[in-house]
């Protein structure tokens, strides 16, 4: 078994560890946020930066959000160390999810409109939006480096993840998205594709809702009640323009495309049937 990756900060950079978190029960998410200064003796120095977490929030959100208030704090008159030397902006992070994205939000997404290759929403595309605006403004370049959890060593990673706890603990602000959510009836767990898009009609029941605003549309968590469809009891997330309600059933119309998860058409809302 070989020993963890040794994590090496930039003497030429702004380095901040970050980190999000997220609880269930009730749901709940977190941020941890930790600058590494470096003295003229090359002596590191972290310095921890609490703040609110928020009601509801998932794990992706979190780590996003916890890199958009590491560079607002770094705006901020009491940032504690001075920037005007140093090249660049070095945000950390374990999270592939901000890594990887990162690149497509600034120069793919928010020019399609937070839109995928497949026309489908963007997850998180309000966040995304508000991190990179805000990214694109700062006086130094910024970048993401992402580190493996558990296969880097690192104690500002241990600190972040501490603070993360703590923030999710806390006092928290409102949710970061307006969604309901039903106890759903299907045993099946929400998997991406088992609904399958063939221009077909069939019944769905809406367990859950998000709003997106940024597209003018929702996000629906469905199940398929349609007795005769293969595709009965199967959950998925589907996109629409209409406004359906949680815990009703409605007889629609499914996009042809199978990469676009979109509602085509409402037909009718028809009378609830259990599983």
């Known amino acids: 078994m070989g020993h ?17 978190s997220s609880f269930p029960n009730p749901r709940r998410g977190g941020m941890g946020i930790v600058l590494v200064a ?40 009491y940032f504690p160390i001075d920037i005007a030397p140093l090249t660049k902006i070095v945000l950390h992070t374990d999270s592939q999810y901000v890594e990887q994205c990162y690149t497509s939000a600034k120069f793919t997404w928010r020019v399609n409109g937070w839109l995928d ?17 805000f990214a694109l403004k700062m006086p130094k370049h910024v970048f993401i480096e992402w580190h493996p959890a558990h296969k880097s060593w690192n104690p500002y990673n241990a600190i972040a993840d501490k603070l993360a706890r703590q923030s999710a603990n806390g006092p928290l602000l409102e949710p970061l998205t307006v969604s309901e959510v039903r106890r759903k009836i299907t045993d099946a767990d929400t998997v991406p594709g088992s609904i399958g898009l063939e221009g077909q009609i069939l019944t769905l029941r809406i367990v859950g809702r998000t709003s997106l605003r940024l597209h003018k549309a929702w996000k629906y968590r469905c199940e398929v009640t349609s007795l005769d469809s293969p595709y009965f009891g199967n959950m998925a997330d589907l996109y629409a323009e209409y406004t359906l309600r949680p815990d009703h059933q409605y007889e629609v119309q499914l996009s042809g495309d199978p990469t676009r998860s979109w509602i085509e058409r409402v037909i009718a809302e028809v009378e609830r049937t259990d599983l």
């Open 38 to 77: 470096i003295g003229a003796d090359g002596y590191e120095t972290p310095i921890e930066h609490l703040v609110p977490g928020h009601r509801q929030a998932t794990n992706q959100q979190m780590e996003l959000r916890a890199c958009h208030e590491a560079l607002k704090w770094v705006t901020t008159s």
């Open 4 to 20: 963890p990756k040794v994590v090496r900060t930039d003497e030429n950079a702004v380095n901040i560890f970050t980190d999000g």
């Open 117 to 133: 290759r497949h026309g489908n929403p963007v997850d998180n595309a309000e966040l995304w939006k508000q991190f990179v605006k």
